[in-house]
């Protein structure tokens, strides 16, 4: 069965009717956003009805702007007049039928497609002391009266109806493509013969809350000993807006015991899963964008046509592996050393296995 989602304007004047809050980027084109605007125009005082849509970026707080601090920027906005008639004539699909029954016959129907080149839904965590709107990138459909589409005529509340919406990806098909692997040899001083690491993924892409073997080969030729293995996975997340500011946090830093001894070899996988349970303290922190205050997770990554150039939020994972080694001697573990190797992670959904069918 088909869920509705509606809201209607303070005036009652108007209702918004959508048949899903979520729209998949599948790269090369996004979902189109489909509903259905129920008006009255008995009570429009021959004013006209648009619906918009826009998405923007939140800087924080909405209650600041009552102060004239506008924390909000728009990246994309497109109109659409329903009343009076201006030629939008959308071509039906089964979605608008079935919305338009909800609706009635003052129902009007319309279609926005999304520019490909916009970025998903993404929310930066607050800090635990902020309240109020977090900041973000998020999608916005509204309904309103108004003489004219220009955005900047001051609208009264109780002509408007708005619902937020979400852009989101879900991981491409598996290619069967081996996953990303790194190498490095290093040698240390009074040392002729050196270390050897590798480390690699048995596949491209892993969903969230799966856990992620590492797979760890070492070849220890010094007279050295590796006294600990680290794994720490990095969120690094580029706010693209007036200009690109780049913030990197570590969502999981996880210390393994495993010791390896002079000219020995080691070849083992450990299993590490970033999660978002673990991580609920750290402002700034890319997260999934929500809807009202609902359960969400760490961001996906941010899989990006190449031709195209982003605005808003765009995230993208890596994990580093490193090789705690002793100095030995007299020093011990006071001269020990790193050996790091870095590889590229993508975290995704999987795609959902059927569609909801229309009824």
Same mark, same amino acid.
């Given at each position: 069965?088909?869920?509705?989602?509606?809201?209607?304007?303070?005036?009652?004047?108007?209702?918004?009717?959508?048949?899903?809050?979520?729209?998949?980027?599948?790269?090369?084109?996004?979902?189109?956003?489909e509903g259905v605007v129920k008006?009255?125009?008995?009570?429009?005082?021959?004013?006209?009805?648009?619906?918009?849509?826009?998405?923007?970026?939140?800087?924080?707080?909405?209650?600041?702007?009552?102060?004239?601090?506008?924390?909000?920027?728009?990246?994309?906005?497109?109109?659409?007049?329903?009343?009076?008639?201006?030629?939008?004539?959308?071509?039906?699909?089964?979605?608008?039928?079935?919305?338009?029954?909800?609706?009635?016959?003052?129902?009007?129907?319309?279609?926005?497609?999304?520019?490909?080149?916009?970025?998903?839904?993404?929310?930066?965590?607050?800090?635990?002391?902020?309240?109020?709107?977090?900041?973000?990138?998020?999608?916005?459909?509204?309904?309103?009266?108004?003489?004219?589409?220009?955005?900047?005529?001051?609208?009264?509340?109780?002509?408007?109806?708005?619902?937020?919406?979400?852009?989101?990806?879900?991981?491409?098909?598996?290619?069967?493509?081996?996953?990303?692997?790194?190498?490095?040899?290093?040698?240390?001083?009074?040392?002729?013969?050196?270390?050897?690491?590798?480390?690699?993924?048995?596949?491209?892409?892993?969903?969230?809350?799966?856990?992620?073997?590492?797979?760890?080969?070492?070849?220890?030729?010094?007279?050295?000993?590796?006294?600990?293995?680290?794994?720490?996975?990095?969120?690094?997340?580029?706010?693209?807006?007036?200009?690109?500011?780049?913030?990197?946090?570590?969502?999981?830093?996880?210390?393994?015991?495993?010791?390896?001894?002079?000219?020995?070899?080691?070849?083992?996988?450990?299993?590490?899963?970033?999660?978002?349970?673990?991580?609920?303290?750290?402002?700034?922190?890319?997260?999934?964008?929500?809807?009202?205050?609902?359960?969400?997770? =760490?961001?996906?990554? @941010?899989i990006a046509g190449m031709d195209? $150039?982003?605005?808003? &939020? *765009?995230?993208?994972? +890596?994990?580093? %592996?490193?090789?705690?080694?002793?100095?030995?001697?007299? =020093?011990?573990?006071? @001269?020990?050393?790193?050996?790091?190797? $870095?590889?590229?992670? &993508? *975290?995704?959904?999987? +795609?959902?296995? %059927?569609?909801?069918?229309?009824?």
């Open positions: 069965l088909l869920r509705l989602y509606k809201k209607t304007s303070g005036n009652g004047t108007l209702t918004l009717y959508l048949g899903k809050r979520d729209y998949v980027d599948h790269v090369q084109n996004v979902d189109p956003i008006l009255d125009p008995a009570s429009l005082a021959g004013r006209k009805v648009f619906v918009k849509l826009a998405c923007a970026f939140h800087y924080g707080r909405e209650d600041l702007d009552v102060i004239g601090l506008s924390f909000r920027k728009d990246i994309w906005v497109k109109h659409i007049q329903l009343y009076p008639d201006a030629g939008h004539k959308p071509n039906l699909t089964p979605m608008h039928v079935c919305l338009l029954k909800k609706a009635g016959e003052q129902g009007r129907a319309f279609t926005f497609d999304i520019a490909t080149n916009l970025p998903c839904s993404v929310t930066l965590q607050p800090g635990q002391d902020n309240a109020g709107k977090a900041c973000g990138v998020d999608f916005e459909v509204k309904t309103y009266i108004a003489t004219e589409a220009d955005p900047e005529e001051k609208l009264d509340r109780k002509d408007t109806a708005r619902m937020t919406v979400r852009k989101i990806q879900f991981a491409p098909d598996e290619t069967g493509a081996p996953g990303p692997r790194a190498d490095i040899c290093k040698s240390f001083m009074m040392s002729d013969k050196p270390v050897h690491l590798q480390a690699s993924l048995e596949k491209e892409i892993y969903y969230h809350g799966d856990p992620i073997d590492v797979n760890i080969k070492v070849k220890n030729e010094t007279s050295r000993t590796v006294t600990k293995i680290k794994i720490i996975v990095e969120q690094t997340t580029d706010v693209v807006l007036y200009s690109a500011d780049k913030y990197t946090k570590t969502v999981l830093s996880q210390d393994f015991g495993e010791t390896i001894d002079a000219n020995s070899t080691f070849d083992k996988s450990l299993a590490i899963t970033p999660l978002l349970a673990e991580n609920k303290k750290k402002r700034g922190l890319a997260l999934e964008g929500r809807l009202k205050d609902e359960d969400t997770n =760490l961001a996906s990554n @941010t195209k $150039e982003v605005l808003g &939020i *765009l995230v993208s994972y +890596k994990i580093k %592996v490193n090789l705690m080694v002793s100095s030995g001697g007299l =020093l011990g573990g006071l @001269t020990a050393s790193d050996i790091q190797v $870095e590889l590229p992670l &993508i *975290l995704m959904h999987p +795609k959902p296995q %059927v569609d909801i069918p229309l009824m």
